[in-house]
């Protein structure tokens, strides 16, 4: 059985791979089609850029199923022929996840590209500088493997505002993207998962949630410490001490804040 999962920016798909991860056999690549895949890894291949020289889609799925039983994309790192090809490729499992509040979604999109905090536990990495390469100042830091690495609330000291129209634009970006994928998906037998319910509900809920994964994988259901802490809000980044920082949050909540498209409470 191979699976494939898809999901659009900051919508949980990295805390849902390392649950699967945790499942005993099943190994899952993140984003292979990413432009920055080869660059994390020195054995990565660059598949995208293999992609774009010619090489057939087909072949390069089958390569990495020979190395792996389980994909992460996200939606905009594939186009809608390749997406479409990937998801109704036979034999394979396909699982997604999305994120209601698309208010949340734009300004956490925005305030990691700002960062470079993409998940919580980038936070013990040490960068030199932030998305637009300003160092970061060396104030409160940590020790953290070795290295001085600023804490995970330093990394938010100082934010820039973020502009209301930008936030805007990302939201309907957003929105656009999850319906590429259901798109992709219609007609398919799926699981689509919500952020919402699988991270932010009570431990009985999430637990709900990932019961129906392993039921719809047909893979048995595993106790594991690790999979309670990928649900736990200790990875989870919003936060007063972390995006309540923005200077003008309150400004971009009384904006764009609607109960059809979510709110900034942290």
């Known amino acids: 059985m191979n699976i494939i999962l898809i999901g659009h920016p900051r919508s949980g798909t990295n805390s849902l791979v390392e649950i699967l991860r945790c499942q005993p056999g099943l190994t899952v690549v993140n984003e292979p089609f990413c432009e920055e895949h080869a660059s994390w890894n020195p054995s990565n291949s660059d598949y995208l850029a293999r992609l774009n020289s010619g090489e057939s889609f087909s072949a390069l799925i089958d390569e990495l199923f020979n190395k792996f039983n389980g994909i992460k994309e996200l939606s905009y790192q594939l186009t809608g022929d390749t997406l479409r090809q990937l998801v109704h490729r036979p034999g394979v499992r ?88 259901d798109e992709a998906v219609a007609g398919l037998e799926t699981l689509q998962l919500v952020y919402e319910d699988l991270y932010l509900g009570t431990r009985e809920s999430k637990q709900r949630q990932v019961a129906s994964l392993w039921k719809f994988l047909d893979l048995p259901h595993i106790d594991s410490s690790r999979i309670e802490f990928f649900l736990s809000d200790a990875v989870r980044q919003a936060g007063r001490a972390t995006y309540g920082q923005v200077p003008n949050i309150a400004k971009i909540e009384a904006a764009l804040g609607s109960d059809m498209t979510g709110h900034l409470r942290f």
Do not use: C
């Open 94 to 181: 396909v699982v997604t996840l999305r994120r209601r509040n698309l208010l949340q979604v734009a300004v956490s999109f925005l305030l990691a590209e700002r960062t470079g905090i993409w998940k919580r536990w980038d936070a013990d990495a040490p960068p030199a500088a932030d998305h637009f390469g300003t160092p970061y100042p060396a104030v409160g830091l940590e020790r953290v493997g070795g290295h001085v690495a600023p804490s995970l609330n330093d990394r938010y000291q100082n934010l820039d505002p973020l502009e209301v129209d930008v936030v805007q634009d990302r939201m309907f970006w957003t929105a656009q993207e999850i319906a590429r994928i």
